[in-house]
């Protein structure tokens, strides 16, 4: 490795080492429609640097709202080679802007910050509803447009930055709350792309291919952090072209060879439900070695359906490597053995929902079959903690997931009561050390790390512990018409009674009666879970909140559901919207 101790410091390595090797890559229709030398992304960087100088002092904050491009890379790096603090944030959709314009607006305020930067067209088009127009300047956000700078990269002036100085703020996705913006300091981002290089064996023999969000962390990551960290070249290409045609991805992993590629585990689930016998004829996926799954939970179904569908495209099972991260620790907690596969450990159902971990033989009745999340990266103390007593919990036992290691971040910005709270946890026994809450719960077993669900989304049912996720999961399996879209599960409390409800949106395609909907829901969540639910809600495509990651906002459903503000309406009148 080349000696850095800030993501600057490699960034210039990089350019002053193998100025000539493409660090870089965008693909649009299967073309590769721009690239980027090592050379030329520092001679970018300098240039919006230099641009900075008048409008921002080293330790300013500054907000990246761009389409999938190259763009946000140069501003990323651009922000550090000025010294000043990169905020990535999604850009508004055409559907939804007015949620999205409040979020940029309350990130910018979270992160004090008075610039965006972005290209000139997109600027120009959120000018009216961010209030950035000449005429108003409502909210105080300075436009940025980085494609329209004209300063010279000689006119540069090296920044000093220090180890534990902050390198960019990464705001959560918001799918327990308001968003928050966790504090990434250059010696934490480094050693997590260590421990990510180590544990996954990377190389600059490797090359990636990518359609994760660039504001969202394993998007950062893996497209733009990683791949500088190993000196590999990283593909990168539009989360709406994947969506609007999966084998777009497996397509440019084929045509580049590439070794490796990362995303939650709705997109394999795509990909093994759309990319058709012909698509699947030209894709040759034997140089695929790394198949991260990580975002959301991994299930052992989407992990067989999609071998199935590609092994004879020469897909190797072993390529597959589940994982576990978030934000506040930079990325990676767990993660591998690399080319070992997915681990699978079926256990009973009811002990689970008592918290309690009693393996099985596959194929019992009343049991449930979890994929492992590797082993915890170098460094990382790893505790499963019983949060009321803060004691770590015996093995078997699930309970919170808590983290200590030299990649965790440095609390939330400018918020010292939740950084406290979140990272300031000390287990009882000792040792003497901070630990970060993650509010995730699971369990270890024969080395492996468990992710059973997030304490904010367990539902307690007569001293049972169930999932959000797994009563969605049965609700979506339940029928055609429920698959392909979002869906979910939460207890209301109107000051009377409790329920559980579940929010639905149906396939336009499939008309379904409201009353045939709450049957059929109903029969298969009593008959899988033991619950009877409470109001069973059908929806419009495109109804249910979502964060910037694609993960359900069920604390807003609920909001939506007291509120009276869902906008249900029979089957049969829904029309298909999609986004990202």
Known sequence: MLAATTLYDLCRNRAESR??????????????????????????????????????????????????GLDFVTAFYGCLYAGVIPAPVPPPSTRKSGQAVARITAIAASAGTSLMLSTSGRLARLAVPLGTDSATHATGITPVPTDRMTADPGDWRPPRPRPEDTAYLQFSSGSTGAPKGTVITHSAALHNLDQISRTLRLDSEQSLVSWLPMHHDTGLVAGALSPLYDAFPAWLMSPLEFMQRPASWLSAISKLSATGTVAPDFGYELCARRVNERQRADLDLSSLRLALSGAEPVRPTTLERFAQAFEPCGFRRTAFLPCYGLAEATLLVSGGPADTGARTLVCDAEALARHDVVPVPPGTSGSRALVACGQAVPGVDLAIVDPATARRCPPGRVAEIWLSGPNVGGGYFNDPERTAATFGARLAEGPERTYLRTGDLGFCHDGQVYITGRIKDVLIVDGRNLYAQDLELTIRQSHPALGTHACAVFPVDDGTREEIVAVIEVDPEAPMSEDRLTKTVREAVSAEHGVQLGRVLGLRPGSIPLTSSGKVQRFACRDAVLDGTFDSAPATEHRVQEEV
């Open 19 to 68: 100025p000539d090797t493409t660090a870089f890559g965008f693909l649009s229709e299967g073309d590769i429609t721009a690239d980027l030398t090592y050379q030329g992304l520092d001679a970018a960087a300098r240039a919006i640097a230099a641009a900075l100088r008048p409008l921002a002092r080293p330790g300013d904050r500054a907000l990246l709202l761009f389409e999938p």
